[in-house]
């Protein structure tokens, strides 16, 4: 599934951009290849998503459908009668029962019921609702207000699933969970035609206006856009919609190197804040130089590929994995015994996690964060890491790397603050 972003070691900078920052070819010219591969080295991720290149382009956008008008919702009540297929919340009678007792809970494995989309249900014409009439949950007496930051649902925001069986998280469930884009067009002879949004790592929200993401993903980007609120990438029918907002500007650490990826940090303001909602929610971040512990467990997700090389595909529904803090010096002894080395140093503003036999972040996961539980706060996370590169994806168990971000939270709060916003937001 998710599995780590790879790489390391210095080579200069103009080495890099030869390369266009495909660091994956920078390692297979600094080491060679590794025995039993003829080019590309199979166990070693590229740091960048080859976005320029068409075939391996992804886009998260689902596809529009242009005879919306002439589907057939017409669909087969249990009982015989004859229904239309809409969106769960806009059935009366299918929404009550979800609503009181937990029956008829959306399956996302579902692929065969009365209606194409897992979301949608069969329903009689006279329990349709308007669509500006959903129905939605009443929020419980007994639950006390949450307010602040790091708030996950583990429930689900509004929209209760079941099978998730491969690690799938529920609806909303991290709601400062981004998908950072790269606005291409469609064709390259007309850059003024329609443009095309094509997927090209994670994010985290930590302010309305601010995602915070790693450098390397975004350094030389022209046009971007971060989508918030998404989850499943292939359906635009949950309750609460994504949201979508142009990059006004990026900022990069003054200290970034492309080369060893050393203050591998950024953060991107966006033309207009997102508007908070339960599936968008803000992320917190620590104190500056206050490390998360060893062997906490905590989850990195994103939509990154679930295998590494061309069997790997990028995942529909945002993915979610558990994986262990791992000790600086545990850490950089763990990847001495991989090609980068005995004498290989592992920076300060890198800490790892994982190192549990095929469980890691992969390719596509670049910049996504890593929540670690709040003690003593149920169901409250703070951002530890920003996913940021690894070797191999997690087939050896060696522990992936992650910007530390107790390590830049003064470069953070400096950067939020010079733009008028108050770094009170993410702080808990």
């Known amino acids: 599934m998710i599995k780590a972003v790879q790489i390391l070691l210095l080579v200069a900078a103009a080495h890099c951009q030869k390369n266009n920052g495909d660091l994956d070819s920078v390692l297979s010219e600094i080491f060679g290849p590794p025995p039993g591969s003829s080019t590309r080295n199979p166990s070693v991720l590229s740091t960048v998503s080859p976005i320029g290149d068409k075939t391996q ?98 429930d689900g925001a509004d929209l209760r699933t079941t099978g998730e069986v491969n690690g799938e998280t529920k609806f909303g469930e991290f709601p400062w969970m ?25 994010g985290s929200l930590i302010h309305p206006s601010v995602v915070l993401t790693a450098a390397h993903y975004v350094a030389s980007a022209k046009a971007l856009r971060i989508r918030a609120g998404e989850w499943d990438t292939q359906n635009t029918k949950e309750i609460y919609p994504f949201q979508d907002r142009d990059v006004s500007s990026v900022i990069t650490h003054q200290d970034f190197n492309k080369g060893n990826l050393f203050y591998d ?25 206050v490390r998360q512990e060893d062997g906490t467990r905590c989850f990195a997700t994103g939509w990154g590929k679930d295998k590494f090389g061309k069997e790997g ?35 300060s503003t890198f800490m790892c996690a994982g190192g549990e036999p095929g469980k890691d972040t992969c390719k596509g996961d670049g910049g996504s964060p890593l929540s670690c539980p709040i003690e003593y706060e149920k169901d409250r ?48």
């Open 178 to 202: 981004v998908a950072i884009l790269k606005i291409e067009p469609v064709n390259e002879n007309d850059p003024d035609g329609q443009k095309l949004n094509v997927y090209v790592g994670g």
């Open 313 to 347: 595909r990028y995942q529909v529904i945002l993915k979610k994995i558990e994986l262990p803090v791992v000790k600086h010096d545990k850490c950089q002894t763990a990847l001495r015994k991989t090609r980068l080395g005995r004498f290989f140093e592992l920076h």
């Open 57 to 154: 382009a992804s886009t998260i956008v689902p596809p529009i459908n242009n005879n919306a008008g002439e589907v057939d919702l017409s669909c087969t009540m249990p009982d015989g009668q004859e229904g239309e297929c809409v969106s769960y919340y806009l059935c009366n009678v299918n929404n009550n029962t979800v609503i009181v007792d937990g029956a008829g809970v959306i399956d996302i494995r579902v692929r065969d019921g009365p209606c194409e989309s897992y979301i949608d249900t069969c329903c009689l014409v006279p329990d349709k609702r308007p669509k500006d009439q959903p129905i939605k949950p009443k929020p419980k007496p007994d639950e006390p207000q949450r307010k602040g930051c790091g708030w996950a649902n583990p």
């Open 381 to 428: 996370y703070v951002q530890s890491g920003i996913v940021a590169w690894g070797i191999g994806c997690g087939e050896d168990g060696t522990p992936g790397v992650y910007v530390d971000v107790s390590v830049v939270r003064d470069w953070i709060d400096d950067k939020v603050a010079g733009k008028g916003y108050d770094p009170k937001t993410y702080t808990y």
């Open 265 to 289: 940090v950024a953060v991107l303001f966006l033309a207009q804040p997102v508007d908070l909602a339960p599936n968008v929610g803000v992320a917190c971040l620590p104190p500056p130089r």
